[in-house]
Every structure is written in structure tokens, then in C-alpha cells.
């Protein structure tokens, strides 16, 4: 279902998506991008995967002099455009975060957050490499997924995001453990602390994996 973001679910509908967001999972949205923001602070050159909209860039750009985002959608890409102004002191690309066409030491951060790691639908290994290979001798790679801790509430805003018409119905036999399956054939899942550290260590990276708020689960490595 790689292009369900591509398609079904980008631009506006994926804005909607957290529009619509309860408050408990607000609070794990505004708590995810404070830390990035806080990790990535004093970093010059910064790449989102899976940027979206722009709603995590423009925190971000906030706190860094040049940020770039990279999506596979087109519409989300657009929309970004228009979200980010009045901010200058970003670009947008169009692109597969796990064959990006960026040579190798480019930025001094990479981040991929909101489980994109799973909701991109590539290979994990190689999207993880793909971020360390673009990222400056001593930059950092970090990624997020969710903690098991906020399970209820996530298959509570997904459930309402399917009664908006936003994704398939959810199909409730099928769903559990950590995974949200719909009946269109959108699949959730999610990266635990053990893959998390398999993922950077098989780089040769020494990954910290913490817990945020009781709703994510962050990965962050120097390279």
C-alpha cells in the first residue's frame, strides 16, 4: 500500500487526518516534534523523510537555518509549499526516502518521525542506511515510532479518521497488537526498541532509544 500516501491519503485529506486528532494524541504530535526540534537545535542542514504537508518542517525550521523535506506526494508537496510561507529558508523534493538521490555527507541531520518508518512501505534497512549515508560524519539520525503505551488512543484516531472517509474501514479481526489493519488494505504497524537497535547497530551506529511522553519511541544515533 506504498501509495496510499501518494494517493488516497496526502495533501489535504492528510491534513484532515490531524485535524481531527483527539487531544491525547495532539499532545504525542506536539510532544514528537518538541523533541526533534530540541535534538536538532544548533544542526545547520536538516532532511525530513516523509515531510507531508509541512506540519513538522515548520517547527523545525524554526530552530535550524535550512531545512529540506522530501515526499513521495506531489499534492502534499504542493501544499507544503503554500503551509511553509513565510518561511524561506527551505526546499522541497520529490522523492523515495529510501533511494534518495543526494550524494553521500550532505546534511547534519536526517529525521524520519510519526512512524513513517513503517508507513512508507520500504524496505526499514535500507531507509535507515539511506539516512546515514546522507548525513556528515558526526550528524544525527533519528527516527520514531510508536510506544505500545498509546495503542488505545492511536486505534481510537484511526477509527475516526475511517469514519471520515479518510482510510478504509478498520477491519477489527484483523487489528491488534500494535497493528491497524483497514478493509481496503491499509496496513499500521509500528518499530519496537529491539528493531529499533538491530537497524543502527547493523550500520555500526550506537543507537539511544528513549521513550517520549508515553507515546513514542525514539531512536537517535550519531554517525
Known sequence: MK????????????????????????????????????????????????????????????????????????????????YMAPRQNFSLVRADASRLAFREDVFDAVFCIQNGISAFQVDRGRLVAEAVRVTRSGGSIVFSS??????EERLDWFREQARAGLIGEIDEARTGDGTIVCTDGFRATTVG????????????????????????VFAVASK
Open 3 to 82: 501509495d496510499y500516501y501518494e494517493d488516497r491519503l496526502s495533501g489535504e485529506a492528510l491534513q484532515k487526518c490531524y485535524e481531527l486528532a483527539p487531544p491525547r494524541i495532539r499532545r504525542y504530535l506536539e510532544e514528537e516534534v518538541r523533541f526533534v526540534a530540541e535534538t536538532l537545535q544548533g544542526s545547520r542542514s536538516v532532511l525530513e523523510l516523509g515531510c507531508g504537508y509541512g506540519r513538522v518542517m515548520k517547527r523545525v525550521s524554526l530552530v535550524v537555518p535550512w531545512i529540506v523535506g522530501c515526499d513521495t506526494s506531489r499534492r502534499s508537496l504542493l501544499l507544503a509549499t503554500s
Open 146 to 151: 510508536y510506544s505500545p503505551q498509546i495503542w
Open 193 to 216: 526498541a529491539a528493531e529499533f537497535i538491530g537497524l543502527y547497530t547493523h550500520l555500526g551506529l550506537r543507537p539511544t532509544v528513549r521513550e517520549v511522553d508515553g507515546s513514542s
